[in-house]
């Protein structure tokens, strides 16, 4: 069965929640700066857990007084309002809380920050380390790029050369041909003759085939227009 608080007594929760929220942000924002305590260096004073451990510690349990005190500010919200003085205490709870989480937010965002600069910090010393092989890994790479555009370059050389012996080899056939055809031509200069006479009469016939279309043509329009 659910214990019915009265407004007093749900005052008096919040009050508590906010001084233990309030003194616990204050170790919880020096821890996630890195501010150690004066005895952290004694060997019988070194906590049993990292500092990334503690501080993932104290960020569960202030988020979960951070929400029991927001369940709390929420029943005094469904208390009757019988004044001002009531309204402007309702409000100014509201406001503790909103700025307890917000300094834990930006506790949390900073120390997020520090830890993703930690980590490029490592990564750059692993890269220094690590800088040779690499190095040599890449020298490597570049030497096996060069070789193989090399190798490219030949085999393109190669082809261009064999293309060019093929178009000569096709020119010397060519004027081979033309040289033979002209020999003929000149043993035999009936065939030339006879060639010649065909041209002309080729023509000739064409001259008239075209006057004869072109009567008809005259002949149709008149009829047509007639």
Avoid: W
Wanted: proline content about 2%; overall charge positive; charged content about 30%.
């Amino acid at each position: 069965m659910a214990i019915v608080l009265s407004y007093e007594d749900l005052r008096k929760q919040a009050r508590q929640l906010e001084n233990e929220i309030d003194l616990k942000l204050v170790a919880f924002s020096k821890l996630g700066a890195g501010i150690k305590t004066p005895n952290a260096s004694h060997p019988d004073t070194i906590p049993l857990l990292s500092g990334d451990d503690t501080f993932e510690a104290m960020s569960i349990e202030i988020e979960e007084l951070l929400t029991k005190l927001s369940n709390i500010n929420e029943r005094l919200s469904e208390q009757p309002v019988t004044g001002a003085a009531m309204m402007h205490t309702l409000q100014r709870h509201k406001d503790i809380l909103a700025d307890l989480s917000r300094d834990y937010r930006k506790t949390n965002s900073l120390r997020e920050s520090q830890r993703q600069r930690e980590d490029l910090l490592r990564g750059s010393e692993s890269f220094r380390a690590d800088g040779v092989n690499n190095r040599r890994d890449i020298y490597l790479k570049e030497n096996q790029h060069v070789h193989n555009s090399d190798r490219l370059v030949n085999e393109q050389i190669s082809i261009a050369m064999e293309t060019r012996e093929h178009l000569t080899t096709q020119r010397q056939t060519f004027k081979r041909l033309q040289t033979r055809f002209n020999d003929i031509s000149n043993r035999y200069p009936v065939i030339n003759s006879l060639i010649q006479r065909i041209n002309i009469r080729k023509r000739r016939d064409s001259i008239i085939l075209g006057l004869v279309v072109s009567f008809c043509t005259i002949i149709m329009l008149i009829y047509a227009f007639s």
